[in-house]
T-cell receptor, first 113, second 111 residues
Framework: NAGVMQNPRHLVRRRGQEARLRCSPMKGHSHVYWYRQLPEEGLKFMVYLQKENIIDESGMPKERFSAEFPKEGPSILRIQQVVRGDSAAYFC???????????FGPGTRLLVL | AQRVTQPEKLLSVFKGAPVELKCNYSYSGSPELFWYVQYSRQRLQLLLRHISRESIKGFTADLNKGETSFHLKKPFAQEEDSAMYYCALSGSGAGSYQLTFGKGTKLSVIP
C-alpha cells in the first residue's frame, strides 16, 4: 500500500492565480481530511470529505477555498486568487472509518509570490 | 474550544539521556490524545494514542486528566529519535474526527 499520495509536493503561484492540490487516499479509505500548517504553527483542520460529500468544512475559509472528493479520482483542494497568506503546507489524511487512525500524506508546500 | 500546547520548540538531549516532551491540553470533555512524529523528509506518522496504552519505539505517554497533560517519555534517547514531534487531540461527540495539533517540538539527540 503506497500510503496517502499528494501532488504536487511543491507548488509556486503568483498572487491571483489558482492552486489545485490533489490527494489520493490509501486504498480502501473513503474518509479524507485536509489540514493546513502555516509557518511556525501546528496543523489546523480545514475540511472532512467522504466520496462525493463534504461532511464538515468548518475549518475552511469561506471565500476562495473549495474542496471535493469525486466518485472517481483524487480529492482536490482548490484555492482561487491566491494571496501571500495562503503560503503554507497543506496536508491530506485518510482513514478507513470515521474514528479510525488518520494516515497523512507528505504534504504540498504552496508558495505564493 | 480545544487547544494543545507544546511549550518547547526545541529540545536537545544527549544520547542515552532520558527524554520528556511536554504536552498540555485544554478540552471540556473527554479527549483522545495522540503523539505524531515526523522524521526528516518523511511524512507525519502516528507514534501512539493514549487509549492504546502501548509503548512504541520505547516511548510512552500517560494521560493525566488532573494536570491536563500527555507528556511523551523515553528513558534512553537514541540518535534515530531526532525528529519533529506533534501532540494532537480529538474531542468527543460531533466533530471528533478533527485533530487539533500543537506547534510541535523538535527533538535533537546529540551523539
Amino acid at each position: 500500500n503506497a500510503g496517502v499520495m499528494q501532488n504536487p509536493r511543491h507548488l509556486v503561484r503568483r498572487r491571483g492565480q489558482e492552486a489545485r492540490l490533489r490527494c489520493s487516499p490509501m486504498k480502501g479509505h473513503s474518509h479524507v481530511y485536509w489540514y493546513r500548517q502555516l509557518p511556525e504553527e501546528g496543523l489546523k483542520f480545514m475540511v472532512y470529505l467522504q466520496k462525493e460529500n463534504i461532511i464538515d468544512e468548518s475549518g475552511m475559509p469561506k471565500e476562495r477555498f473549495s474542496a471535493e472528493f469525486p466518485k472517481e479520482g483524487p480529492s482536490i483542494l482548490r484555492i482561487q486568487q491566491v494571496v501571500r497568506g495562503d503560503s503554507a503546507a497543506y496536508f491530506c489524511a485518510s482513514s478507513l472509518g470515521l474514528m479510525e487512525t488518520q494516515y497523512f500524506g507528505p504534504g504540498t508546500r504552496l508558495l505564493v509570490l | 474550544a480545544q487547544r494543545v500546547t507544546q511549550p518547547e520548540k526545541l529540545l536537545s538531549v544527549f544520547k542515552g539521556a532520558p527524554v520528556e516532551l511536554k504536552c498540555n491540553y485544554s478540552y471540556s470533555g473527554s479527549p483522545e490524545l495522540f503523539w505524531y512524529v515526523q522524521y526528516s523528509r518523511q511524512r507525519l506518522q502516528l507514534l501512539l494514542r493514549h487509549i492504546s496504552r502501548e509503548s512504541i519505539k520505547g516511548f510512552t505517554a500517560d494521560l493525566n486528566k488532573g494536570e491536563t497533560s500527555f507528556h511523551l517519555k523515553k528513558p534512553f534517547a537514541q540518535e534515530e529519535d531526532s525528529a519533529m514531534y506533534y501532540c494532537a487531540l480529538s474531542g468527543s461527540g460531533a466533530g471528533s474526527y478533527q485533530l487539533t495539533f500543537g506547534k510541535g517540538t523538535k527533538l535533537s539527540v546529540i551523539p
